[in-house]
């Protein structure tokens, strides 16, 4: 059963290395465990959980105002996470996959897969990128999206 990584678009973590986030290193750890496992990478355009790139700037000032990443997308009128995983049915099925190793914190992910019919045999954690300027982020996507953490991470 392969490693698979659905991994949402995010420019700034990417591409620009931002320290906001954890998006580029997970991305970089997926790819390296690729090249030495095999797997595959779905990349799905749904930047700032699925807000677009110039809301997500607009949640970024909000944080920098007080707000955690939650609010600043419900301040703005925007679900916390409005990313949907329904593509990767027809993805993975192009792929001739029908069941997966899913590298993720997100239970919203096994759950989405799940729901489409593709069976997770095992969740690899990817706890990777965690920084001074983003632990408190963290700290929110786990106490308030459910995401998977090791607690000893924001002691």
Do not use: W
């Amino acid at each position: 059963h392969p490693l698979v990584r659905l991994h949402s678009e995010c420019v700034t973590g990417d591409a620009l290395g931002s320290a906001r986030c954890d998006c580029g290193p997970q991305l970089q750890e997926a790819l390296s465990l690729f090249n030495k496992e095999g797997g595959y990478l779905l990349y799905l355009r749904q930047e700032g959980r699925g807000i677009g790139l110039l809301n997500k700037i607009r949640a970024y000032n909000l944080q920098d105002s007080g707000m955690d990443t939650v609010e600043a997308n419900e301040h703005l009128g925007f679900d916390a996470d409005l990313r949907s995983y329904d593509i990767c049915k027809l993805m993975l099925e192009t792929l001739k996959v029908t069941k997966v190793e899913l590298m993720t914190n997100n239970p919203r992910k096994l759950k989405a897969l799940d729901d489409l019919g593709i069976e997770i045999v095992s969740r690899t954690p990817i706890d990777h990128g965690m920084t001074k300027d983003n632990k408190n982020y963290l700290k929110t996507k786990t106490e308030k999206l459910g995401h998977v953490f090791d607690p000893h991470m924001f002691k």
